[in-house]
């Protein structure tokens, strides 16, 4: 199959004024977005995405879990398709790209091949992932979850959130609760485009991440059990204090992760304190303990070690200790020909580029596990993501596009 050529690129200016668009659905308070999974913004949003997909002559499938596939058909009715995309929902203080340019960026491909009237051999497929944050709707990745057979349909339609709202009334009550069977798709490739999320590209002054490893996760959660007392008039030598506990044990996991360098991360950031007063030493913590690594001996090892000393810690101030593994996913490796293809886009469109390893979980993550795939990154600005501030150029997203544009279509192969 030819490769296309290096002078085939997108249209960036229509790419971003569909993200602008995109953007004005769910707005946030400070510029980004709050469009989170299954609210009638989400429900908004999915109806823009549509019509756009329709009006680019693909057709849409919803399954039932309400993740949406826009086909353009190709040369060969029996070729596997090649699917592209990610999410279109934000944290509650999200911004405008997390998602929504993988999303947008192969709407784009459909519309350039329009343009230029390319038949390709294999469909191509963009998709739209329910509930990839998980941020109303634990955990993450939840819709690609069930259709990696990670988690069981039933399973993820009885989530919660914190309004004791079920995920399938939700998906129901917005209207894109599909007929078709999650997991029934076969794909010939995935490929997704997302902002990098972190600071390594800009830094280096790069243009593309080769995505070649997502990183694995362990999420431990503390429970610290002292006595509540008096911060005024409990002596000192006297004290069973969980905060101290919690402060030692967040030493003891930046003190790990460092340990393990380089590719290694460790912090706590949830914790609680109780009765959270400011004049009662705290009787209870509990918090989570975040380790990840593209490496599984490093990520076992770092929960290996957390669990071999935090009892020693918790029994050197008289407190109770509890353990419990709160959430999980093994290191992603990608596949090789498809990340070759998205490196080799790069080369031949002449854009700098990197080996990257992704630091937060993707649906590619979950995809992996049933078709080859591979990702494609591009800079934000300062590394920031999850938050209304998150910014990336137009000239970043055009050239993310661009090269997912030439690993997808020839992945799909040019019909001469």
Known sequence: MPAPGENLQINGQRLWDSLMEMAKIGPGVAGGNNRQTLTDADAEGRALFRRWCEEAGCTMGVDKMGTMFARREGADPDALPVYVGSHLDTQPTGGRYDGVLGVLGGLEIIR????????TRHPIVVTNWTNEEGTRFAPAMLASGVFAGVHNLGWAHDRKDAEGKRFGEELGRIGWMGEEEVGARKMHAFFELHIEQ????????KDIGV???GQGLWWLQVTLTGK???????PMNMRVNAGLGMARIIELVHRIAMDNQPDAVGAVGQANVYPNSRNVIPGKAVFTVDFRSPERAKLDGMRARLEA???GIAAGLGLGIEIEPVGHFDPVAFDPGCVGAVRAAAERLGYSHMDIVSGAGH??????????TAMVMCPCVGGLSHNEAEEISPEWAKKGADVLFHAVVETAGIVE
């Open 198 to 205: 972190g600071p390594i590209l800009e830094a280096d002054g």
């Open 112 to 119: 350039t091949l329009n343009d230029l009237d390319i038949r």
């Open 309 to 311: 000393e935090a009892p």
């Open 211 to 213: 995505v070649t490893h």
């Open 363 to 372: 649906d590619a993550c979950w995809i992996n596990r049933v078709a080859p």
């Open 228 to 234: 509540d007392a008096h911060t005024g008039s409990t």
